[in-house]
């Protein structure tokens, strides 16, 4: 380094531009292409899982065509009609986040404007936590303590609002492993995902802007509406597609609760009603013949574009609302 | 302060006759005082009504608490609006809602970890270390739980989530760091499809590898390291995605003094941005393996592991069982004995979570009084700076 000022000063003396060479090194380039092939290793894995699943899924659909999307008349080795199963998936997702996302939310806000700093700390691991816990094991919840908590409630909106469609059962007086229960558990499942992403967007709210909100007489009520939801409204509605996302994939949740005839029925409360597709899946798929396979491959498929397509939507909202989705 | 005089309602500060004192927004004893009246007055409330209607279709817990609640909310609502104001009343009502929301949120999270603890832990705690070290294979749906086990489940869990996590770590943190160095068309389609796929449902990866391994290979399709692979693709874009936004917090200044010192890509890459990034990719890692232990439907179709099943050390051969596939076969079997063992099972498997995640706690937290320690140029670099430097 030492000689480096007299190299300067000749360079100035001389008034020659100094040669640059930027262009990369041999180990770059294969730096780079060592990159670049691990990059397409993971493109043609997932990549693979689309074109797979669409090869497989063709003998059904040229059988049945959009029959299958059409008809919930589910017989297998004669009629493929998976409507049933599609309706009551997306219906469990919408229960789900019709319960997760009011309290999620509350939570959100509790833990970022209501709480003390020690409660706090120990809500934000145990929310973190909490949504680490397997699905498996809030299914297995469900199945043994709220298929019975919530006969009593069932059995409430089954006798006294049996007039709107929704709160009857498909059997007469018999609740519990209903979609409805589903609907409940998986709701609980995605409130820790749910509560931490939109409480990390509401954090962000401009604290100035909140100071400044309550600094004019306003109430912290008042610098919620007014402020903090209004900001991090992107975010929230990010956050709750993320969870519906989940909600509509979730299997054995579902799996363990769910007791079902695949019927198209407006009623939620009891057994035997609409379907799931992920259940119709995990319940058929092994024992069945290849056409019955390709036919819930197709129906798969369909679950899996669905989630694709609000996942993309979700990250999209959420990277510019500015919270962390991984 | 001199700002506090402006605003200090006793202070003369507009025109006469016009001023009023401000109202602070703060808790006076009076507030506490409102509420618990409110909280009794909507009691006798609903103890009057119950009590003069008689036998009420609500007329259980449940119900009363909620009539309760209602009644409590309307009292205080009208309470806080006649003393103090339509705006106060509203704050103090969402207040209410707030906190009740957060208990309704954390409720049922606290019961299922609760229940989860007094379900488990004696099942565990019977001739306790036999439930983690034996298999089930000599237990009965009607034996006692002391001779049922959990070990060959574990073996299974941890042969699987270790293939996957070896194969797909390395893999989504060089992706990562692909994603991150190079702005070509073809990362932004890498991009765009790890994002996508970030939230693929656990079925499709079981699906797949079902069809495309399993099924070839008829009855010795079956095995741990099928399991490994859905796992893996589940972990894939996870950790990938993860590590990403890791990286991107890699200070920019770091980047730029090492590209201005001269390093080529691959030295600043390995040598600076992923040591710099360490500490938070394997948080990121750890945190994808936490999530691949509890998959369940991943595991599904290609492990094919039954809970009765003797230890399978040999993840390359033959069913193996592991921890979600014991608790969702004995979930739903009529014998007491064996569901209580897989609330057992259960609780190993949290058990497995909440260690990897009270890991990733520690190493994060550890590292955050050292963080500037990998700015250090280490050895290598001060040589290699001193010789280009001739």
């Not at chain 1, 493109?43 to 059988?63: C, D, K, Q, T």
């Not at chain 1, 609740?175 to 409805?180: M, R």
């Not at chain 2, 309470?79 to 009740?100: C, M, N, P, Q, Y």
């Not at chain 2, 996957?164 to 692909?178: E, R």
């Amino acid at each position: 380094m030492a000689s480096t000022p007299a190299v300067a000063s000749s360079d100035l003396d001389l008034d020659v531009p100094r040669t640059l060479r930027p262009g990369s090194t041999r180990a770059d380039r294969i730096f780079r292409v060592v990159l670049g092939a691990c990059g397409t290793t993971v493109l043609l894995i997932l990549g693979s899982i689309v074109a797979y699943l669409i090869n497989y899924s063709r003998p059904a659909f040229h059988r049945a065509g959009f029959h299958l999307f059409t008809s919930a008349h589910w017989a297998p080795p004669v009629y493929y009609g998976v409507l049933g199963a599609l309706v009551g998936s997306m219906v469990i997702a919408l229960l789900a986040l019709a319960i997760a996302l009011p309290v999620s939310l509350s939570l959100g806000l509790m833990i970022n404007e209501y709480a003390p700093e020690w409660l706090r700390r120990i809500l934000i691991a145990l929310v973190d936590l909490l949504a680490t816990v397997p699905s498996v094991v809030y299914g297995f919840w469900g199945l043994e303590a709220l298929t019975v908590y919530v006969n009593g409630p069932a059995k409430f909106l089954d006798h006294h609002f049996s007039f709107i469609p929704i709160f009857r059962t498909p059997e007469a007086n018999t609740y519990g492993y209903s979609i409805f229960v589903c609907g409940l558990i998986v709701g609980v499942m995605i409130i820790p995902i749910v509560t931490s992403i939109s409480r990390e967007v509401m954090v962000r709210a401009p604290r100035e802007a909140c100071e400044g909100a309550l600094a004019l007489g306003g109430t912290r009520w008042g610098m919620i509406t007014d402020v903090v939801l209004p900001y991090s409204r992107n975010g929230i509605i990010g956050a709750s597609l993320l969870g519906l996302g989940r909600a509509i994939g979730e299997t054995f949740a579902v799996y363990l609760i769910l007791s079902t005839t695949n019927t198209l029925t407006p009623a939620l409360l009891g057994p035997n009603g609409l379907g799931s597709v992920s259940y119709l899946i995990t319940n058929n798929f092994t024992s069945s013949a290849s056409i019955v396979k390709s036919a819930l491959t197709e129906a798969g498929l369909l679950l899996f574009a669905t989630t694709l397509v609000v996942n993309l939507i979700a990250r999209g909202i959420v990277d510019r609302a500015g919270g962390s989705t991984a | 302060m001199s700002g506090s005089a402006v605003l200090d309602p006793t202070l003369p500060s507009g025109p006469p006759g016009r001023e009023r004192p401000r109202r602070r927004a703060s808790v006076s004893s009076d507030a506490t005082l409102e509420c618990m009246g409110s909280i009794v007055a909507a009691l006798a409330l609903v103890f009057v009504v119950f009590s003069i209607s008689g036998q009420l279709a609500l007329s259980n817990a449940f119900g009363i608490a909620i009539c309760w609640f209602g009644a409590f909310a309307l009292v205080y609502g009208v309470v806080s609006r006649t003393r103090h104001g339509i705006e106060r009343a509203k704050d103090r009502l969402a207040t209410v809602f707030i906190w009740t929301g957060s208990l309704i949120a954390m409720l049922p999270l606290i019961f299922i970890i609760g229940w989860l603890l007094f379900k488990g832990l004696s099942v565990v705690l019977a001739g306790f270390p036999h439930f983690l070290l034996s298999d089930s294979s000599k237990a009965g749906p009607s034996d006692p739980v002391s001779k049922a086990g959990v070990g060959a489940a574990i073996v299974g869990s941890l042969e699987q989530v270790g293939i996957a996590t070896l194969v797909a770590a390395p893999l989504s943190i060089l992706t990562a760091t692909y994603l991150n160095e190079s702005k070509s068309a073809l990362s932004r389609v890498v991009r765009l499809v790890v994002d996508a796929m970030t939230g693929t449902p656990e079925i499709i990866a079981g699906l797949f590898v079902y069809l495309l391994w399993v099924q070839p290979r008829h009855t010795n399709g079956q095995s741990g390291v099928a399991a490994s692979m859905a796992l893996g693709i589940m972990m894939l874009p996870f950790v990938t995605r993860g590590a990403q936004e890791v990286l991107k917090t890699v200070p920019g200044s770091l980047r730029e003094a090492g590209l201005a010192l001269g390093a080529p890509q691959w030295r600043l890459t390995l040598r600076v941005v992923l040591p710099t990034a360490k500490v938070a990719l394997l948080t990121v890692t750890i945190l994808g393996v936490a999530r691949a232990v509890g998959e369940t439907a991943a595991v599904y179709f290609t492990a094919g592991g039954s809970a009765t099943q003797k230890f399978n050390w040999n993840p390359f051969h033959g069913i193996q069982l592991d921890l979600p596939l014991y608790v969702v076969q004995f979930a739903k079997v009529s014998s007491p004995t064996e569901v209580r063992e897989a609330w057992g099972g259960a609780l190993v498997l949290v058990f497995m979570v909440l260690l990897l995640f009270t890991v990733t706690r520690v190493i994060s937290k550890g590292n955050r009084g050292k963080r500037r320690r990998h700015l250090v140029l280490p050895a290598w670099r001060r040589g290699a700076a001193a010789k280009s430097g001739q």
